[in-house]
């Protein structure tokens, strides 16, 4: 059943994130660090201590992402559609999904002690 | 002026006449000309026309027992093993004093380059050794030059014992800067954030003050406190004969929480399905992390650490640190320690431009508080937080009171309630090793990013000293996470009142205090701390101080890049300015070039991961042969 269930999030992730409109991912990298998301997110968008999670390189749903930046219920500051359009967010989600994976813990010694 | 019709005379005009003259042939056994003149030869003073030719109402320009030897006594019976100072002539007779007198050894003058450097260091000294040092500063410059520092101590609850100079008496201090180095009330700069000061007029009652004050300073709450040495009690001689008594030093038992109070919080905790722990300045020694320790076997319970203090170790099965929002919300009684922000704790507090507030406990959750910060309160510093809504509150110190806790808890514990807590154990150390196993996978990412992650920088480090008997003396997240912390030195806490420029220094004080015990010192250090003050550096070169320092270099005042970020987004502005003003950068600061313009070895600056473990164990071998080393990592924002 979980597994199912884990089947269908993911097909729903993929398919939201098909959805996104289509982006520019290295203009995309420039805006995440230009307008400041790196700031709370790290420069690989793999989140910062406190600050804010991780983004990449599995994104949340295009639609949500745009939803919680023009309307944060946390602590995120609000990024209207008057500071960062429709169009470069498009690119910004363009750029989280362009990042890569990290290798698996098991495979990077310093993490297993 | 009246005073120019005066003949010249010695402070205060102690010895002067025959009386006085006597004195001397008595104690030297040679007459005073003969000293001025041998005093003249060893080039202390300049010959003049008057010298040469005393006239025959000869002045006493020498003396044998200055007030500051009398000072030294005392601070050496008051046990300092190090004084740590950046010179002042409002001071100049205490400092002659300890290096001539007292021998230069405990305490040992350390030279700093800065007051907020000194007192810093106090504040790192004293978190690992349990005690103050003596700081020494002018009472003026120097304390204005302090004053964050000892903010930042009182509000950690550090204890530094502060002595400064100033000269009350206007008739004899020196026209000019002594002028302007001179008040009426040397103490009232940091009245508001010190728990006692005073202005000594007599070698006795200097004495009794300082007793007094270290006493206090080392009572919990711990605090700094200062004690003005007035120059002209510094270097008037003592009378012959005047023997000024060293009162005896005996310490407050530190103030335990009432017995009552202790009896009803035990059975909350005991009865409680879900009690949860929150430590934040509880250990303030050993026995606080062993008490904490065990209070929590007994309940098995739920621990969070603030790091406020090494209250905890990172990896015992009850800690929930990592997983703290949903172990509060979870919680039906929440005991907090030392907790400096109780109800931010327990509230979820936005920073949005109409702030709300919500809390994020059950609505009928029990809080309990100890903390002796209720026991010496001040109201202009508005550090004691927001007034969070408590079912029982102590005013006691949380690691003294430990020990009765643990009894009442083991006494009201019956044979089946032992097994349902067994099984609270269980169910915990499952979910504190699910969230070590996520937070390794957070470490993983960006992990061979440039620059360089702050979860790889401290893994690297982590990589070359986990075999060695390391303390980290600075505070650092990731650490946190990931490092295996058992024991109380390794781990010191924070700034208290979160004033930049603690960082380096109290990471070298809290070195100088590893030192004899053979301890690896290790430091990340932020480079907009650094840089407030970076002279320590050569404190730790001078004086060989074995230190390793590594640079979380992300070029920038981090945080204040944030909340300028905030504040456009905020105003729906231009977004792409945030880092006008905040950052360090164009041009970046060459940490390794900085470090070795002071005599301290320096590596870096490095941007890819690969090379940082092998520059860390070159530094390494520095710092094994007794000196400071600084790597310059070149990081991720966080």
Known sequence: ?113 | MSSSKKPPVGRRGFLKGAAGAAALVASTGKPVAAQQAETARNGTAPITTQEKDPATNVEVLTADRPGSDFMVDVIKALGFEYIFANPGSSFRGLHESVINYGGNKSPEFLTCCHEESSVAMGHGYAKIEGKPVCVLAHGTVGLQHASMAVYNAYVDRAPVFMIIGNTLDAETRRPGVEWAHSVQDAGILVRDFTKFDDCPLSLQHFAESAVRAYKFATTPPTMPVLLVADGDLQETPMKPGEKPHMPKMTWDAPPQGDTGAVMETARMLVNAESPVIIADRCARTPAGLKNLTELADTLQCAVINQYGRMNFPSRHPLNQTERAGAAIRDADVILGLEVWDFWGTVNNFRDQLHRTSRPITKANAKMIAISATDLNTRSNYQDFQRFPDLDVSMAADSEATLPALIEACRKLITTDRKSALEARRKKLGELAKEAHDKMLVDASYAWDASPISTARMAMELYGQIKGRDWSLVSNNAWPQRLWNFDKHYQYIGGAGGAGVGYGSPAAVGAAVANKKYGRLSVNIQNDGDLMYAPGVLWTQAHHKIPLLTVMHNNRAYHQEVMHLQRMANRHQRDITTAEIGTTIKNPNIDYAALARSMGVHGEGPITDPKDLGPAIARALEVVDRGEPALVDAVTQPR
């Open chain 1, 1 to 113: 059943m979980k597994f199912a269930l884990g089947i269908l999030f993911t097909t729903s992730l993929l398919m939201a994130q098909n959805a996104a409109p289509a982006g520019d991912a290295e203009h995309g990298r420039k805006l995440f660090e230009s307008d400041g998301c790196y700031q709370c997110h790290g420069r690989e968008a793999q989140g910062g201590l406190g600050t804010g999670p991780r983004l990449a390189p599995k994104p949340i749903p295009y639609v949500a992402i745009q939803k919680y930046i023009r309307q944060p219920t946390g602590q995120m500051p609000p990024y209207t559609a008057k500071v960062l359009n429709d169009k470069d967010l498009a690119d910004i989600y363009a750029f989280l999904v362009s990042r890569k994976a990290p290798p698996p813990v098991k495979d990077i010694p310093l993490l297993n002690n």
